[in-house]
């Protein structure tokens, strides 16, 4: 291995590179598949959520959860639960002065709210829904009514019984969220308000449930729906939300061909320098086999160099991207100073990414490696067979 050392330090090296640049970018890829779970399910739809039968499909005003009140108790006592909070919606009129636009209304109960939501927190004016008879509405929409802080919003739409609905909530705070779309089309009022309006009693349309690991949430929701009502469904976010899954799906698809790439082309590389080595070291081969030395000894001499090679670059490789993943996960790559933070507000990304490092980001990159260079280092040692004894011996670079 020694005797052409620059040779094995660039073949250590080219493996080195590999897992470096692909552990860093999976972990990359891993530590933001976390916040963009948790973005979408706190700006939307939670991690779980409970609706009329029907209402996913076609969302009537009518379509609503009986017992709303019974169920979330039930829903307290399930130990994976950590928040739960109900909503009512419908889509509404809204007007100032001699502006209207059309937004969704949604009735939620602020403390609740607060712990299933980021929207409570995401203020960029004024309070959350400080009184019965306040409103909380996105920036654009705020901008688009020309409203500001203590302005009257009329709000029109039709109730349960086909009545006129008509509320005239004050503006007493504004979110930013990031999202166009939430800013631009979302305005919440207290839930009691809502229902009176609505004509709702004390129904709602949808409950929201988040729970503790958001990635493994089949045994909470057969939970969920062992306490049902016939007339209601249970829903994941993955059910809810299928464009952030998809996403993920895309995301993995896509940097899997660019890692798939970069590790044929360094294997490609790494194999080159098998078959130069085999080929420098043809008489001396010869040699060794005159003396009586079988030729899977000398294939399993060969395997073992290159085996030693693997595991030199794969030691220094994740040595390198652990040492340079330590101050990233501290301090994170801020989005903003990449110039896209406005594209990773529509997948309701943080401002900052941080890596994150688990198993198969630290095993992917040296097993594909592992098994590429093995397998070049059995079609390179293929020469040890193919070549007679008398060539071997009589061979000359």
Same mark, same amino acid.
């Given at each position: 291995?020694?005797?052409?050392?620059?040779?094995?330090?660039?073949?250590?090296?080219?493996?080195?590179?590999?897992?470096?640049?692909?552990?860093?970018?999976?972990?990359?890829?891993?530590?933001?598949?976390?916040?963009?779970?948790?973005?979408?399910?706190?700006?939307?739809?939670?991690?779980?959520?409970?609706?009329?039968?029907?209402?996913?499909?076609?969302?009537?005003?009518?379509?609503?959860?009986?017992?709303?009140?019974?169920?979330?108790?039930?829903?307290?006592?399930?130990?994976?639960?950590?928040?739960?909070?109900?909503?009512?919606?419908?889509?509404?009129?809204?007007?100032?002065?001699?502006?209207?636009?059309?937004?969704?209304?949604?009735?939620?109960?602020?403390?609740?709210?607060?712990?299933?939501?980021?929207?409570?927190?995401?203020?960029?004016?004024?309070?959350?829904?400080?009184?019965?008879?306040?409103?909380?509405?996105?920036?654009?929409?705020?901008?688009?009514?020309?409203?500001?802080?203590?302005?009257?919003?009329?709000?029109?739409?039709?109730?349960?019984?086909?009545?006129?609905?008509?509320?005239?909530?004050?503006?007493?705070?504004?979110?930013?969220?990031?999202?166009?779309?939430?800013?631009?089309?979302?305005?919440?009022?207290?839930?009691?308000?809502?229902?009176?309006?609505?004509?709702?009693?004390?129904?709602?349309?949808?409950?929201?449930?988040?729970?503790?690991?958001?990635?493994?949430?089949?045994?909470?929701?057969?939970?969920?729906?062992?306490?049902?009502?016939?007339?209601?469904?249970?829903?994941?976010?993955?059910?809810?939300?299928?464009?952030?899954?998809?996403?993920?799906?895309?995301?993995?698809?896509?940097?899997?061909?660019?890692?798939?790439?970069?590790?044929?082309?360094?294997?490609?590389?790494?194999?080159?320098?098998?078959?130069?080595?085999?080929?420098?070291?043809?008489?001396?081969?010869?040699?060794?086999?005159?003396?009586?030395?079988?030729?899977?000894?000398?294939?399993?001499?060969?395997?073992?160099?290159?085996?030693?090679?693997?595991? &030199? =670059? !794969?030691? $220094?490789? %994740? @040595?390198?991207?652990?040492?340079?993943?330590?101050?990233?996960?501290?301090?994170? +790559?801020?989005?903003?100073?990449?110039?896209?933070?406005?594209?990773?507000?529509?997948?309701?990304?943080?401002?900052?990414?941080?890596?994150?490092?688990?198993?198969?980001?630290?095993?992917?990159?040296?097993?594909? &490696? =592992? !098994?590429? $260079?093995? %397998? @070049?280092?059995?079609?390179?040692?293929?020469?040890?067979?193919?070549?007679?004894? +008398?060539?071997?011996?009589?061979?000359?670079?």
């Amino acid at each position: 291995m020694w005797r052409h050392k620059r040779r094995t330090i660039l073949t250590c090296s080219a493996i080195a590179f590999a897992i470096v640049l692909i552990q860093l970018g999976m972990s990359f890829q891993v530590g933001s598949y976390g916040p963009m779970i948790e973005g979408a399910t706190r700006f939307g739809s939670g991690h779980l959520q409970i609706q009329h039968q029907d209402y996913k499909d076609e969302p009537k005003l009518e379509r609503t959860i009986l017992n709303s009140n019974d169920i979330i108790t039930k829903l307290s006592n399930i130990p994976d639960i950590s928040a739960v909070a109900p909503r009512s919606e419908s889509f509404a009129l809204l007007n100032n002065g001699q502006k209207s636009y059309g937004a969704m209304i949604i009735g939620v109960d602020p403390t609740a709210e607060s712990e299933v939501s980021y929207l409570p927190r995401n203020i960029s004016e004024g309070e959350y829904l400080p009184t019965s008879d306040s409103a909380y509405a996105g920036t654009i929409l705020a901008k688009n009514l020309d409203l500001e802080l203590g302005d009257e919003i009329v709000l029109l739409s039709h109730d349960n019984l086909g009545g006129i609905a008509a509320s005239v909530p004050i503006l007493t705070g504004i979110f930013t969220s990031g999202n166009d779309q939430l800013d631009r089309a979302m305005i919440q009022i207290p839930l009691e308000i809502f229902n009176e309006v609505f004509q709702l009693e004390n129904d709602v349309h949808r409950i929201v449930v988040m729970v503790d690991n958001p990635l493994d949430l089949d045994s909470t929701k057969t939970e969920i729906g062992q306490i049902l009502p016939p007339s209601t469904q249970v829903y994941d976010w993955r059910e809810l939300m299928p464009e952030i899954s998809q996403n993920i799906r895309l995301d993995k698809i896509s940097n899997g061909i660019i890692y798939g790439t970069l590790t044929i082309i360094v294997v490609l590389s790494i194999a080159n320098t098998f078959v130069m080595s085999i080929f420098e070291r043809t008489r001396e081969f010869g040699t060794l086999r005159a003396l009586g030395m079988k030729n899977f000894a000398l294939f399993r001499m060969f395997l073992t160099e290159s085996i030693i090679l693997w595991l &030199l =670059g !794969v030691s $220094i490789g %994740i @040595t390198v991207s652990i040492l340079g993943n330590l101050p990233l996960a501290h301090y994170g +790559i801020a989005l903003s100073a990449l110039g896209v933070d406005q594209f990773a507000g529509q997948f309701y990304l943080p401002d900052r990414l941080y890596p994150h490092i688990d198993m198969n980001v630290l095993l992917v990159a040296p097993l594909a &490696l =592992g !098994v590429g $260079i093995c %397998i @070049t280092s059995m079609f390179a040692a293929a020469r040890m067979y193919r070549i007679s004894l +008398i060539h071997a011996l009589r061979f000359k670079e």
